[in-house]
């Protein structure tokens, strides 16, 4: 594929498949792949390790200038995970304990405003995909790409329990009805840019499509814009 690089923005619900997309996609266009969700999940995690009250301003200030967050590139997986303070937290932000306050401080707008910087500048070379809910609406509004992801909410609560069964056999479907459902909503009605779809964002609903399907469809997308932009600069 062409050497063009572009931004690619994915957003839309809670465990759509965005993240397992977005890192395929990245693999196949040699591109940057980055997770927005886990860089506030690690600051939720650092918020519930340090009693960090969410109503407290004051608070909430002084920790986000206590965070630092970086990403690292796990030799074996090829996948980059997140460190939080220089520890690799990849294998603790997606639990339910982080789960079910994320939406809560992902609202917050000083943390929106330190996570949001950070993602801009990582944007800033170019040749990124990043999923997330405000990715094409507020991070890169000038994306060239923009998919909104949706799926059937039953789909999307198998798909959540088969990958955190695997972690937590006594996980239950209700509680992962309930966590969906709450964030979703958090996450769509919350003040400070709530998720919602881009007016240039393309819809993708996957819940009956194959992996491959979904890597096909958007691959689609990135050559024909690769291909327009081509044709534009020869004329
Ligand atoms: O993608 P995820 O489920 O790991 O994201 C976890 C939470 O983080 C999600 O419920 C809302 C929040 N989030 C956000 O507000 N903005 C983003 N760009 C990414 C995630």
């Keep these: 594929m062409s050497a063009h690089k ?3 923005a994915i957003d839309g619900y809670s465990s759509c ?8 996609l990245a693999r196949k266009l040699h591109y940057n792949f980055i997770d927005s969700g886990a860089m506030y999940r690690a ?14 301003t004051e608070a909430v200030n002084a920790a986000i200038s206590d965070i630092n967050l970086s990403f690292e590139l796990n030799p074996q997986t090829r996948q980059s995970e997140i460190c939080l303070n220089d520890e690799n937290v990849e294998g603790y ?21 330190f996570a949001v910087a950070q ?34 909410p039953d789909v999307r609560v198998m798909r959540r329990f088969k990958e955190l069964h695997a972690i937590n056999p006594h996980i239950g479907l209700d509680e992962i009805r309930h966590n ?19 007016d240039d964002a393309i819809l993708l609903d996957n819940s009956n499509m194959s992996r491959e399907e ?8 990135v050559e024909n814009l690769v291909t327009d932009k081509k044709s534009i600069a020869a004329n």
């Design 93 to 113: 932000i997606r639990d339910m304990l982080v789960s079910d306050k994320v939406s809560e401080v992902a609202a917050i707008k000083a943390v929106r405003t």
């Design 214 to 221: 979904q890597l096909r469809f958007v691959e689609q997308l």
């Design 119 to 152: 993602q801009k500048t990582m944007g800033k070379k170019k040749g990124i995909i990043m999923d997330g809910r405000d990715i094409g609406t507020s991070v890169f509004p000038g994306a060239e790409l923009k998919i909104f992801m949706t799926a059937d």
């Design 6 to 8: 572009i931004i690619i």
């Design 43 to 56: 600051i939720t995690l650092y918020f519930i390790r340090n009693g960090v009250n969410v109503a407290d």
């Design 180 to 198: 969906l459902e709450l964030r979703d909503y958090i996450d769509s009605t919350r003040e400070e840019s709530p998720l919602r779809r881009a």
């Design 17 to 24: 498949g965005k993240s397992t997309l977005a890192k395929e």
